[in-house]
């Protein structure tokens, strides 16, 4: 059901991530501005509060992982391509040089 706020703009649907209602659904002012505030899902039960702040504190910590193994494999990747990119260019002179060899000595 679509629905305004108080400053008569659409209200949009966000996730609360606190420590007491974290995956818990709110609507609200989309730009934060006239305080209007409902929620769309009940209170979260004991067990959902107690578990999902630690799934929350895992998943920061896989992702923070995540990026320091994609930091480090960039790192990695870069003397490869400047490998491979050296050997091209030394296949290229060698063709190069080959070539006009044998060009000289159909001449």
């Not at 895992?58 to 320091?68: C, D, H, M, S, Y």
């Not at 193994?69 to 960039?74: A, G, S």
């Not at 490998?83 to 159909?106: G, N, R």
């Amino acid at each position: 059901m679509a629905e305004r706020c108080f400053c008569n703009k659409w209200v949009v649907v966000r996730t609360a991530w606190t420590e007491i209602n974290s995956g818990r659904r709110f609507a609200g002012c989309p730009d934060q501005v006239c305080n209007y505030f409902r929620w769309v899902d009940g209170p979260l039960c004991e067990r959902a509060r107690m578990i999902i702040p630690g799934l929350i504190r895992r998943i920061n910590v896989l992702e923070g992982e995540v990026k320091a193994l994609e930091v480090k494999k960039q790192k990695t990747d870069m003397p490869c391509n400047k490998t491979a990119l050296l050997l091209l260019l030394t296949w290229i002179i060698i063709c190069v040089y080959l070539f006009s060899k044998k060009t000289e000595a159909e001449m």
